[in-house]
């Protein structure tokens, strides 16, 4: 299917445990990027990429790691959940220029 | 550091009538405005993108305005309808990163 995808939709997990959220765009857009929305904060940057092999931070990377090995692929991984995470977190890809575009977004609760 | 602002927070108003929402952002050197709207539990589905140098855009009922220098954009929403009720979100686009506003949530009663 065209488009971004987000998996998985929904996630519970411990605290200190590691986990992976995937993101998978089939447009070969350049930029790709990472979002978490908060009530009270809106969606703030995490980190994105502008092309394979280079990532930057955003507004909130701390606690966060980014990859891109492959230009349709952008996983982000949170090296030891904490509480603060729990959040919604959305992936977004544009070209150069014109409308982003985002994925359906990923739960995540941290207990 | 790009700040966007969103106001009002929230709107309730009788199926029928125009929605009028703001948009305000801080550094005018931007490379588009985008609008969103976001339903309950979703993701964000992109309504209309007005490019720096475009004065407003039209889609349907729909009808965005930018102000660059100003740093203002409006979104009008011509006689609301209750599928309307959602949250919309403002983002405007510097070099390549989307800043967002905080959105207003619109209820639209029938």
């Known amino acids: 299917d065209a488009g971004i995808t987000q998996s998985p939709r929904y996630k519970i997990t411990e605290t200190g445990r590691q986990v992976t959220l995937m993101c998978h765009q089939t447009w070969s857009h350049s930029y790709m990027f990472w979002y978490r929305q908060d009530l009270g904060h809106g969606l703030r940057l995490i980190y994105y990429s502008a092309a394979a092999d280079i990532t930057d931070k955003g507004e909130v990377p701390d606690g966060y790691v980014v990859s891109r090995s492959k230009t349709e692929n952008f996983p982000l991984t949170l090296e030891s959940a904490t509480r603060s995470q729990t959040s919604v977190y959305f992936c977004a890809s544009s070209a150069t220029g014109p409308a982003a575009f985002f994925g359906q977004g990923t739960r995540l609760t941290v207990v | 550091k790009q700040e966007v602002t969103q106001i009002p927070a929230a709107l309730s108003v009788p199926e029928g009538e125009n929605l009028v929402l703001n948009c305000s952002f801080t550094?005018?050197?931007?490379?588009?405005l985008q609008w969103f709207r976001q339903d309950p539990g979703k993701g964000l589905t992109s309504l209309l993108l007005i490019q720096s140098s475009q004065r407003e855009q039209t889609s349907g009922r729909l009808n965005a305005s930018l102000d660059k220098s100003s740093g203002r954009s409006t979104l009008y929403i011509a006689a609301s309808q209750p599928g309307d009720s959602a949250t919309y979100l403002c983002a405007v686009k510097d070099d390549y990163k989307l800043s967002f506003g905080a959105g207003t949530t619109v209820t639209v009663r029938a």
């Open positions: 550094d005018s050197a931007i490379y588009n």
